[in-house]
């Protein structure tokens, strides 16, 4: 990597942010529920939650645990009210993160890497993504080259789609079967999630937020103090002798289409980009968890293919996440 990126994702300089989500549902016809993910409850290298404060006028508020994944977030209800209203505050805590890829360490290997390997609905790792994988990764005899493999292939294959709503949903047999390869990170990350698994690599999406401005990309982050469409996943693989990399092809593809009008992979700052992003993050983003196929407790509607945005319902009916004006919510963040 670039000594350049390397000072800006430099693991000693941490950074702090406070997140506050609001919520304002309007007049409701009937009982409301509204569920917020928090930060990343695990420890992370990269990041620490530092806690976070609930307010506004809810029948009944608590922070609930996934059981599956860990998942922290909090579920508020409304039993009476006819505006409910919430506001969530998180401080968290981050520092850019390198892996070292030209060094092997003695990396322990984590009890849970079993639930890394597995399915989800909407990651499946038989069929077309176990025939693609076992293409891309043919030649490659160690668990590092298999995951650069993977990366290269979606860097060189896909595209980024600024059409698609929200950051995609990340059904990755469809994107196969099709030969769309079109989409956002949620459809390009979990492509290399799903493409890792069935390749025998544990790996895993994590769903967040950009927080403030890059300091390497214009186009990978987000300044203002308005983050409320700032979502971002990335991913990490686990690889014997490193531990987890951190990885995010989807990013590349965002520079090219935001940075570099008629970019190829040959230009000089999408390489940079390539490189940085195969090993390293800059943490100018945070972590909420890295869940898939959620349920939330008290819902009346289907599980969560990922939980990165705020989730309502009222009167049964949930609303659309992806709308925030019709749904009524902000985020912002600003740096303590």
């Known amino acids: 990597m670039p000594d350049a990126l390397r000072q800006t994702a430099t693991a000693s300089v941490w950074r702090t942010f406070e997140i506050v989500t609001t919520i304002d549902l309007g007049v409701a016809t009937g009982p409301s529920r509204v569920w917020v993910p928090l930060s990343l409850a695990r420890p992370a290298a990269y990041q620490r939650h530092l806690g ?9 508020s608590q922070v609930v645990r996934d059981a599956a ?4 977030f909090v579920s508020a209800e409304w039993i009476g009210q006819a505006t409910p209203k919430l506001a969530v505050t998180i401080k968290v805590a981050t520092a850019g993160h390198v892996v070292r890829l030209d060094r092997p360490t003695a990396a322990p290997r984590p009890a849970d ?12 790792i038989d069929g077309i993504v176990r025939e693609t994988a076992q293409t891309i990764t043919r030649g490659h005899g160690t668990d590092l080259s298999r995951a650069r493999a993977i990366y290269d292939w979606i860097v060189e294959r896909t595209v980024r789609d600024p059409e698609v709503k929200g950051c995609g949903l990340g059904d990755i047999r469809w994107m196969l079967e099709s030969g769309n390869l079109a989409g956002k990170c949620a459809d390009l990350n979990a492509l290399f999630v799903g493409l890792s698994r069935a390749s025998g690599l544990p790996a ?3 769903y967040g937020i950009r927080v403030a401005p890059s300091r390497q990309f214009a186009s990978l982050g987000r300044a203002g103090g308005d983050i409320t469409t700032a979502q971002h996943c990335r991913a990490e693989v686990f690889v014997d002798g490193y531990g987890w990399v951190p990885v995010d092809p989807a990013d590349v593809r965002k520079v090219i289409l935001e940075e570099r009008a008629e970019a190829t ?10 490189a940085a992003l195969f090993g390293s993050w800059e943490m ?9 196929d959620l349920v939330l407790p008290g819902s009346r509607g289907k599980p969560l293919p990922f939980l990165m945005y705020p989730q309502a319902e009222t009167a049964g009916e949930r609303r659309d996440s992806l709308d925030p004006e019709r749904f009524h919510y902000r985020i912002t963040a600003h740096e303590l």
């Open 204 to 206: 895993r999406d994590l």
């Open 284 to 292: 100018n983003w945070f972590a909420f968890n890295d869940a898939h």
């Open 113 to 124: 890497l079993a639930r890394y390997l597995k399915p989800t609905a909407l990651i499946p």
């Open 52 to 60: 976070h404060t609930i307010s506004g006028n809810a029948t009944r």
């Open 265 to 274: 992979l040959a230009d000089p700052d999408v390489a940079r980009a390539r």
């Open 69 to 72: 994944s860990g998942a922290q």
